[in-house]
C-alpha cells in the first residue's frame, strides 16, 4: 500500500502488536483496522472489494 495515500501504523506499532500477539500465543495478528476488512472480504469477489476499495478499507 505504500504508493496509496492513507494513513499507517508506524513499523514499531505492528511490531509491538506482533510481540505481544506471540506472547499470548495467537496464531494470527491483524495489527489495524483496515488490515481487518481486507482478511473479512478474502471469501466475497475482489471485484466488488476493489470497486470502492478506499470505503471498504474504513469501513
Do not use: C, R
Not at 499507517?8 to 489495524?32: F, M, R, S, T, Y
Request: glycine share 8%.
Amino acid at each position: 500500500m505504500a504508493g496509496i495515500d492513507i494513513p499507517k501504523l508506524a513499523p514499531h506499532e505492528v511490531v509491538a502488536q506482533a510481540l505481544d500477539g506471540l506472547e499470548a500465543g495467537k496464531i494470527e495478528v491483524i495489527a489495524d483496522k483496515p488490515t481487518a476488512n481486507v482478511k473479512a472480504s478474502l471469501s466475497g469477489d475482489p471485484a466488488d472489494f476493489y470497486a470502492d476499495i478506499t470505503g471498504n478499507l474504513f469501513a
